[in-house]
């Protein structure tokens, strides 16, 4: 990515908000709710993140500019775990805007791009 026009910062990712969005999403994915599960299936030893709250932290950095999308499209790249600082990186080219998440560790979690305009 060209050197970023947007930037938002957010962490640590606390292991209590992804067990009460588990509850929301009606997500029982045990590796949002278990290190042992996380661990069991070879992911490391922290709970990971749900893939729409990452998501948001992207959604965040664009209503922090005072953009919002009008379409997205993201892939997602790695995984955010408990603990983890998170930053949303825009490079905003006209109506569009590449993206990244990264955490912390410098592992890059989502990749893409939003067609944006200024929110109303």
């Known amino acids: 990515m060209s050197k970023p026009d947007l930037s938002w910062r957010f962490g640590p990712i606390d292991p ?3 067990r009460t969005l588990a509850e929301v999403l009606h997500d029982p ?3 949002h709710l278990d290190a042992r599960a996380v ?3 070879g992911l490391g030893d922290r709970v990971i993140n749900q893939g729409p709250a990452n998501l948001a932290y ?3 950095m664009l209503e922090h500019a005072g953009l919002e999308a009008v379409s997205l499209e993201a892939r997602f790249t790695g995984n955010v775990r408990s603990g983890d600082d998170v930053e949303a990186l825009g490079a905003l080219e006209g ?3 590449r993206f990244t998440l990264t955490t912390g560790e410098g592992l890059t979690a989502i990749t ?3 067609t944006v ?3 109303p």
Do not use: L, W
């Open 58 to 60: 992207v959604f965040n």
């Open 112 to 114: 893409g791009s939003a």
């Open 39 to 41: 661990k069991a299936a």
């Open 29 to 31: 994915n045990p590796i």
């Open 95 to 97: 109506e569009s805007c």
């Open 117 to 119: 305009r200024r929110a």
């Open 16 to 18: 209590a908000a992804m």
